[in-house]
């Protein structure tokens, strides 16, 4: 059949074999720099910890259930979010979880109480939480699918991007102003970009197409793609296919466990567990922990930066290697190395005194490891799932990540008083359980030069 003739299940593989030109590249952009402000807001509180301890004269121990409200918030978010997105529509959905983690994050810099930091953290982590899968599946739905996993692993590299952000303005910040000026920033920033955002990104062509009402849109958008508008020509607007689209968005959760799917499924949601449940403790504690060895909070925050820095540059690794190989040797490769240098930080005295290349350089390249395996994994899940349940696919996938952060968030403090070696023993632990997940995964996204 012609693309002239085709049906509705004929434009995705329009889409899918289609080009990938200088508009699909702005959108990925676009998409990407809302992600930045969701890596920011996700370790802002982190950062700001030992400062609002000094001010508000309360024990570091007093946060765990701060940083986990804001997990259970993200929890709440990414599952929400995940089905508006399939039934509303990536684009309304992204923009409104950047306008809820902006206004709470703004919000918190007035704050005064462990109440009221509590209870916006929860608001502040549905945004953060809803907004990520939304602009995974958005990012790969404007993709072909030989660029899909490079698009979605692009775009995800700007969560640890974000968090470096992060690091090296508060270390820059806080000693000068405060984390009350952090808090503004992290606030401020993603609120004016919402307004772009509503301007300029357009929704998913994949979405449009349940949507009758919303054809020349489609068409609009498909041109711009450099497809052929006249693939619709032959498209029946009353389709069924509509009808069945929203209706697995609703019953998305049964879908991800229907026999083909569940194996999958089981091995992305260990390994999302496992692999956040590292990553939060870092995000959440490791300015905490290395405070509590006698460094300073400028050397903490540095050192969290390097973290970052580390997984922006592991995330460009993985996305020029993905393409070419595939991911299933990348990422199990990834996680066993992540486990590797955990064990290895072991070896590395923690001086007050000074002296804390080293230390910072392992904890980078941690975040190497760590971070390019996180990222990638929204990749993957965004190849797992077919178009109907893909935002739900991957909100799912998250959310059960960040029950894996709660649980760090939560023992983070016990964890820290047990010293600097638990702590790293259990970002091991949780990279071995990551490897055991993604090894479980039968459908990897495949390499250049295996055949779909």
């Not at 929704?203 to 009758?212: A, G, Y």
């Not at 607007?237 to 689209?245: D, I, K, L, T």
């Not at 540095?302 to 540059?313: I, P, R, T």
């Amino acid at each position: 059949m012609s693309p002239a003739h085709a049906g509705p299940a004929d434009i995705d593989t329009l889409l899918d074999r289609g080009v990938w030109n200088g508009y699909q590249k702005a959108l990925l952009l676009l998409t990407a720099i809302a992600v930045i402000f969701d890596g920011f807001d996700l370790q802002v509180l982190g950062l700001a910890i030992p400062s609002i301890m000094r001010e508000w004269h309360v024990t570091r121990a007093a946060f765990a259930p701060i940083a986990a409200l804001g997990l259970a918030g993200m929890v709440v978010g990414s599952s929400l979010a995940g089905y508006c997105g399939d039934r509303f529509g990536r684009r309304v959905t992204l923009i409104v979880c950047v306008l809820v983690f902006g206004l709470a994050t703004l919000a918190t810099s007035f704050c005064h109480s462990l109440l009221i930091l509590g209870i916006l953290r929860v608001i502040a982590g549905t945004g953060v939480g809803g907004a990520l899968p939304n602009a995974a599946a958005l990012t790969a739905e404007f993709a072909p699918l030989r660029r899909r996993a490079l698009a979605v692993t692009l775009t995800l590299i700007c969560v640890p991007l974000g968090g470096m952000a992060a690091g090296l303005i508060a270390s820059v910040v806080l000693p000068a102003l405060g984390w009350r000026a952090l808090y503004v920033i992290g606030g401020a920033a993603p609120l004016l970009f919402a307004m772009l955002m509503f301007a300029a990104l357009p929704e998913s062509p994949r979405f449009l197409m349940r949507l009758p009402g919303r054809r020349d849109e489609l068409v609009r958008i498909l041109g711009r793609m450099g497809c052929p508008s006249d693939a619709l020509a032959a498209t029946d607007p009353a389709s069924a296919r509509q009808g069945e689209a929203l209706k697995g968005a609703g019953s998305a959760l049964r879908s991800l466990f229907a026999p083909a799917l569940r194996r999958d499924t089981l091995g992305l949601w260990l390994a999302f567990f496992a692999c956040l449940n590292g990553i939060y403790l870092v995000f959440g504690w490791l300015p905490s922990m290395l405070t509590s060895q006698g460094l300073n909070i400028a050397t903490a925050s540095s050192a969290l930066a390097a973290y970052n820095f580390g997984g922006v540059l592991g995330v460009l690794i993985c996305a020029a290697i993905v393409t070419a190989i595939g991911s299933r040797g990348l990422l199990l490769w990834g996680a066993a190395a992540g486990a590797v240098t955990a064990l290895a930080l072991m070896l590395v005295h923690i001086a007050p005194a000074g002296g804390h290349q080293l230390l910072v350089a392992g904890i980078g390249l941690q975040g190497l490891f760590a971070n390019a395996v996180q990222t990638t994994m929204f990749a993957l899940a965004a190849h797992v799932y077919p178009t109907r349940m893909r935002a739900s696919g991957v909100a799912w996938a998250a959310s059960v990540g960040r029950v894996g952060g709660l649980v760090s968030s939560l023992g983070g403090a016990a964890i820290i008083q047990a010293g600097s070696g638990a702590y790293l023993g259990v970002l091991a632990i949780a990279m071995m359980f990551t490897f055991l997940g993604l090894a479980a995964v039968r459908n990897h996204c495949p390499g250049r030069n295996v055949a779909h």
